[in-house]
């Protein structure tokens, strides 16, 4: 059976990291979001167990104390954890499953699964950055703020990831990480344990060749 | 500067790979061939210095005496080499390369540059490629026979590539390819070196977050 591929995604806020998550989910249909749980109150449409699974501090120290998670942060002054069996089944039903997550989670999933491929997205620039945080308008400047701290140290950490996807250009962008996460079911182990029977690829004692 | 990577990409007869390196050319314009050298004589339309360096069994030696080859081999008879200094050449510049060699080459090839990425193709069953081969109607039976030993023994290195692409309908497995040679690009080192400058990344002395 083909084992899926995890793949950690990681970016500040603003380089346009949902938005393109979004949109492999929706192209790649063998590809799904892990949903991580968070102690952070929903914003307006965001849905529970789909958005994220939304608990109470409480709930989240107990999972912790449960060993139940496969990373997990506080950010922004909220708890965010990746739910490690539910990876973990969904990976050995062959599918590949996307972490959308920051870089000290990314640290964690990697120093627990090595194979995660992992992904940063960069903005084109700091300016761009700046000016994407300052548009959305949903926060006030202090939080923009700590969010722009945060960014900074983040970006130093781009060299650690395997690939890394300039979102200058959301199209472009798109079909960069389409391409990335396309590629990884080419590679070799994938192939051999799922989509080729190795047998078939000798002769049968029937063939021509043989005779 | 960012430098290119080098593809080696090997197959049995009838798998296809010509066809799809050629695809692969033709839509990535940063891809290019590396031109092999051969003693083997021109098949009709083969053009010098673009399909093959034709050359004589002499030249082919003194090529060899002077440590001129990234890999050579005899297949089939003939001889066949990749100039090094030509594919140097071509990745310094930034420029994708595409080895299409045998299983031996490969192996000569990764001994050299333990970066080359390496791409096998499959037939997607063996009967299939006696079909292809015979279809071709070009060689004699005992040729094909030859080239389906051959093939039997590279189909037992495919363990040994990184990515693995099965020839099954070809417009699939050029998108696959495509990916693959694609996501190569997106590897941080590469992105790093050349299509993002870091320091942008960074807050100018006269940015608002600063202030």
Sequence with gaps: MERGDL????????????TLCSMLIE????????????????RPGEVDGKDYFFVSEQEFEELVAEDAFLEWARVHGNFYGT??????????????VILDIDVQGAKQVKSKLPGAVTIF???PSWQALEERLLKRGSEDKEKIKT????AMKEIEEVSNYHYCVVNDKLDEAFEELKAIVSAERSKTRRVLAGRIDITRLKPSPDSWFLS
Tied chains: 1, 2.
């Design 7 to 18: 793949f950690v995604i990681s970016a500040p806020s603003g380089a346009g990291k949902s």
């Design 27 to 42: 192209k790649m249909e063998w590809l799904v979001f892990s949903v991580s749980h968070t102690t952070r109150p929903p």
């Design 83 to 96: 739910h490690r069996a539910r990876v973990m089944e969904q990976l050995s039903r062959g599918m590949d």
């Design 121 to 123: 997205i960069l903005p």
């Design 147 to 150: 969010r722009l701290k945060n």
